[in-house]
């Protein structure tokens, strides 16, 4: 800190330098007087002392100007004397005047030192005025920190307490799953990085098919000599690698060589793995088992399909030898009772020529009832032809031809019928076998009449149906009409082998209808068959 | 009566054959009709070979074939017949006892000119020969 010093120049200083030298002049002039000349300064050396210690250096030099002025002009005014007599009286006032300034001169220097102590006392003590300041600041700073400190250690205790309760939820947590993963159905393994067991449940002993305290802790190579070259251990391997969950079937040989069939899902914990595993060993035995059935199963169809085509082909070939042969004889029978019957000289009477007629009409009655069976027969394994039908146009040839070869008095009632879509060829038949019963049997009544119509039971059918005034039948035996060989007249009444209707079933139900009839006796008959508009796919490729 | 042309028949059943001889002799035909057994026999014939090699000058105007035969049926000889190019020109009628399907589309698709069913009924196939125009063939020169 820098001191600045002043002087002593108080006006105080002055007067009190002036009383004292006038109350020293007074002193040495009065009372005093006597002491004699040469000592005229004794009173003011003092007083100038006094005056330079208590004013400083300008209140000495006034004080010794005041003195000398004093010795100078006052003192000769009262003592009528000069107070400068001669040298000695000169030197004295030197020395006066010499004393009296370095007196002052050195006073003035004590009173700087001691206004400098006393700056440097002030100073000191606004250091340390600072320096308590700065003391009790850090004592603050203390005792906040002391006061965090102890906040702190609260706060740390709280937590303490919340973290112990957290830790014991979280171990009964998972005390709860682990008692689930102990006692679950699947069976649950943990394996480390370094593939040992961690963990195991009780049905993974089971699935193991050793006791968990064999395994824990050990390697899985080592439990499973082997192991390394199966794909479930390329699994794990991989999935401890790639962290990426998989799922497999497996089948496991153990080292006793049973075998079982597990369901597994690997998935990647912070452990390691986790393995999942479920027994499907019934299953997969059940679906081996199902498997060998079905193979079995195909192989006895292919077997069945193999003789089914065989007894076809050898059908076909019976119905082709049939056809050929059975009406060779026939043909041969006829033709040489014609070429009998036509040579002149074949002395034959009439009962020989009767029974030339017998065995012709025989023959040519087994000849027709080849020739249904065969047609009853082809119609079952043709496929179908589907066409576009024309059934006005097919009518009416049926009729025409039908015409030719029977009695003429028939009335027609034909409607205008629509096309249908089938097999042209097999629906002729059935045309030609239900116009042909008509005509067959409506010939002994008076007024034959017969109609032939249709009507459409809803969007997806036809129905066509033919009707005579006929000989009738009896409802009770209408199922038998379309049975093969079924006959509700004998012979002898109408011709025929029974063969017919049972065609136009056949034929019907290929094209995916169905036929039925009515009837009374004596009064006439219906038949009807349904057929779609559409026609159906399955019985297309049929 | 050289340019009168032969007929061939083949047919292995012989009252068949009688039958057909007899109906055919209703026409009061000019035609020699040659008979032959079976199908081996007809090929041999057609194409001169075993018995008949070296048959000279034999023309036929046209061929009854019976389908079935033994050793080669009338299918087979129709096959021969149509992928020959001289013969293929020679008109086939197939005489059949029946009316299978396979074998009628069989022997058109080779190529047949008239399939006959063989009647029961005798006076029928005399109509049958008749409506198929065999007269026509046989009397009209078929182009050489």
Same mark, same amino acid.
């Given at each position: 800190m820098?001191?600045?010093y ?7 200083n002055y007067?009190i ?16 007087q006597?002491?004699?000349l040469r000592?005229?300064w ?5 007083s100038v002392?006094?005056v ?5 250096l ?8 005041l003195?000398c ?14 107070f400068i007599n001669d040298?000695?009286d ?5 020395v006066?005047?010499f ?10 220097l004590?009173?700087r030192?001691r206004q ?34 102890d906040?702190?250690?609260?706060t740390?205790n709280?937590?303490?307490?919340q ?6 939820i979280?171990s009964k947590s998972e ?17 480390g ?19 968990k ?5 050990n390697?899985y190579?080592?439990?499973?000599p ?5 794909h479930?251990?390329?699994v794990?391997?991989?999935c401890l690698?790639?962290r ?18 597990f ?5 990647p ?6 393995i ?6 019934p ?6 088992d199902l498997r ?11 077997d ?11 059908l ?6 049939v056809?050929h ?14 070429l009998?019957?036509?040579s002149?000289d074949?002395?034959l ?8 007629d017998i ?5 040519k009655?087994m000849?027709?009832l080849?020739?249904?069976l065969?047609?009853?027969?082809? *119609?079952?394994?043709? &496929?179908l032809?589907?066409?576009? @039908?024309?059934?006005?146009? +097919?009518?009416?040839? !049926?009729?025409? %031809? /039908? ?7 028939? *009335?027609w009632?034909? &409607?205008?019928?629509?096309?249908? @879509?089938?097999?042209?060829? +097999?629906?002729?038949? !059935?045309?030609? %076998? /239900?116009?042909?019963?008509a ?6 009544v008076?007024?034959p009449?017969?109609?032939?119509g ?9 129905i ?7 000989a009738?039948?009896d409802m009770?035996y ?7 060989f079924?006959?509700?007249h004998?012979?002898?009444e109408y011709?025929g082998t ?14 995916g209808?169905?036929?039925?009839a009515e009837g009374?006796?004596?009064?006439g008959?219906?038949?009807f068959?349904?057929?779609?508009v559409?026609p ?7 | 009566m050289?340019n ?7 047919e292995?059943?012989?009252?068949d054959r ?10 009061n ?12 026999e007809?090929?041999?014939?057609l ?8 048959l000279?000058n034999?023309?036929?105007g ?16 129709l096959r ?9 020109l ?9 009316r ?9 698709s ?6 006959v069913?063989?009647p ?10 008749k ?5 026509w ?8």
């Open positions: 820098e001191v600045k002043k002087l002593n120049n108080n006006w105080k007067l330098a002036f009383l004292v030298i006038a109350f020293a002049a007074s002193l040495r002039i009065w009372p005093l006597s002491l004699g000592t005229v004794v009173t003011f050396y003092p002392m006094l330079a210690v208590f004013g400083g300008y209140a000495g030099l006034l004080a010794t100007a003195s002025s004093t010795a100078l002009f006052l003192w000769p005014l009262f003592v009528n004397k000069p040298f000695g000169y030197l004295g006032m030197s006066f005047i004393t009296c300034v370095m007196m002052s001169v050195v006073s003035e004590i009173l030192a400098k102590i006393k700056q440097a006392n002030s100073l000191l003590e606004s250091v340390n005025r600072d320096l308590e300041l700065e003391v009790s600041s850090r004592r603050n700073a203390e005792n906040e920190l002391k006061a965090h400190k906040k702190l250690e609260e740390v709280e937590r303490t307490i973290l112990k309760n957290a830790n014991e979280l005390e709860r799953f682990r008692s689930t993963l102990d006692c679950m159905l699947e069976g649950c393994q943990i394996l990085f370094d593939l040992r067991y961690i963990y195991i449940n009780d049905a993974a002993d089971i699935h193991n098919r050793r006791p305290e064999q395994l824990l802790g390697r190579e080592d439990m499973w082997g192991i390394e070259k199966t479930v251990y390329e794990i391997k991989s690698e790639s990426i969950a998989q799922q497999m079937e497996n089948e496991f040989t153990f080292p006793n060589g049973s075998r079982g069939w369901e597994l899902s690997i998935q914990v912070p452990e390691g793995v986790f999942l595993s479920n027994d499907i060993t299953r997969k035995m059940i679906e081996n060998n059935l079905n193979i079995e199963l195909e192989k006895r169809v292919f069945r399909t193999a003789q089914l085509a065989e007894i076809n082909n050898e076909e070939s019976f119905t082709y030898s056809s042969d059975l009406r060779a004889p026939l043909r041969h029978i006829n033709g040489f009772i014609d009998l019957l036509r002149n074949n002395n009477n009439d009962k020989g020529k009767r029974y030339l065995i012709s009409s025989s023959s009655q000849g027709q080849i020739d249904d065969l047609n009853f027969s082809r *119609t079952g394994r043709a &496929s032809q589907i066409r576009d @039908i024309d059934t006005n146009k +097919l009518v009416t040839q !049926v009729i025409n %031809n /039908l015409i030719d070869s029977s009695s003429g008095n028939i *009335t009632s034909v &409607s205008d019928l629509p096309d249908i @879509i089938g097999d042209p060829s +097999l629906l002729e038949i !059935v045309f030609i %076998n /239900l116009i042909g019963n005509v067959k049997y409506s010939a002994r008076k007024n009449c017969i109609e032939i249709f009507t459409r039971n809803d969007i997806s059918q036809f066509f149906f033919v009707k005579d005034n006929g009738g039948f009770n209408s199922d038998k009409l379309f049975g093969v079924q006959r509700l004998s012979s002898d011709e029974g063969v017919g209707l049972a065609t136009v079933r056949r034929i019907i139900q290929k094209h209808g169905e036929t039925w009374e006796v004596g009064k008959a219906v038949f068959f349904s057929i779609p559409v159906e796919t399955a019985f297309i490729t049929s | 050289k009168i042309k032969k007929i061939l028949y083949v292995d059943n012989p009252r009688e039958l057909t001889l007899s109906a055919l002799e209703e026409f035909l000019v035609n020699e009709i040659i008979c032959v057994q079976d199908g081996e007809a090929l041999n014939y194409f001169k070979k075993g018995k008949y090699a070296g000279e034999d023309s036929i046209a061929i009854l074939l019976d389908i079935k035969m033994p050793k080669i049926d009338g299918i087979e000889v021969r017949i149509k992928s020959d190019d001289k013969l293929k020679i008109p086939v009628v197939m005489l059949t006892s029946s299978e399907e396979r074998d009628l589309v069989e022997s058109y080779l190529g047949v000119n008239a399939y069913v063989k029961v009924d005798f006076m029928e196939f005399i109509n049958a020969i409506s198929v125009g065999l007269f063939a046989i009397l009209n020169e078929t182009p050489e």
